[in-house]
């Protein structure tokens, strides 16, 4: 599979990535993981996902597709194989939304504990947030 | 607090590789990348 720079970030990607915010909500844990090393053994790397997916779905409260992600990692999924995107700043509970300094600094250590590695690749900022200086 | 201090100290402390902005205006990203 041909990989493209990704902008100037240093990061080289496959051309299709697989959305992760199906993960813990139309599509279940062993689902997941079969999906995932399919979209591996193909040749893909890139998994965008949000510390937010799937709070969306009712009985969700968010974290579930990170989770998803870091037991199949866990379970043989490569690391090295994959690039990691995630993201930052929808609500994820009383006082967790936004993008200030404090909030940005607590929430990415609860995404590096669900996706049970040490680093992402790509951390992104979900959406604007007027309240905070870029 | 300037949130690209938090993402400057993830990057320096290799928790982060690359930042990226979803859901933002052009007129806002240009802006980032200036002040």
Redesign the interface.
Known sequence: MRRRSLGNSGLEVAPLAFGGNVFGWTVDERTSFRLLDAFVAAGFNLIDTADAYSRFAPGNRGGESETIIGKWLKQGGRRDKVIIATKVGLEMGPQMKGLSKAYILRAVEDSLRRLQTDYIDLYQSHRDDPDTPL | ???????A??MEQ????????????AE?LS??DT?
């Open positions: 607090m300037r949130r690209c201090e938090a993402y100290q993830l290799g928790k982060v590789r690359a930042i990226g902005a979803s859901n933002y205006s806002r802006r980032a002040e």
